[in-house]
């Protein structure tokens, strides 16, 4: 059974940071290309970050220079470090994991910046 477990969302003033964890059980995880989005309500969801098996990252343009994304193979763990938070942030964070013919998504993280 494939499992993506968010963990780290909350409450945070803007100018804050946060470090979402995705805990992968169940799938081979070196082998995924791993992800974060995000989804407001009313909206789409949309990508944050992505991070290759290679270790190649990808980065929405609203998030550059602020997040970052990284992973650890050991523990089949992929992580968004996410610093100087803005109240435009505020979305529930889903982790992915993607590869071919495989797709799997997290149940979700919230995370609110707001003062």
Known sequence: QVQLVE???GLV???GSLRLSCAASGINFS???MGWFRQAPGKQR???????FGGDTNYADSVKGRFTISRDNAKNTVYLQ???????DTSVYYCNADTFGSNFWGQGTQVTVSS
């Open 7 to 9: 963990s780290g969302g």
């Open 13 to 15: 003033q803007p100018g």
């Open 31 to 33: 082998i995924y290309n």
């Open 46 to 52: 949309d990508l944050v970050a992505q991070i290759g």
């Open 82 to 88: 996410m610093n100087s938070l803005k109240p435009e």
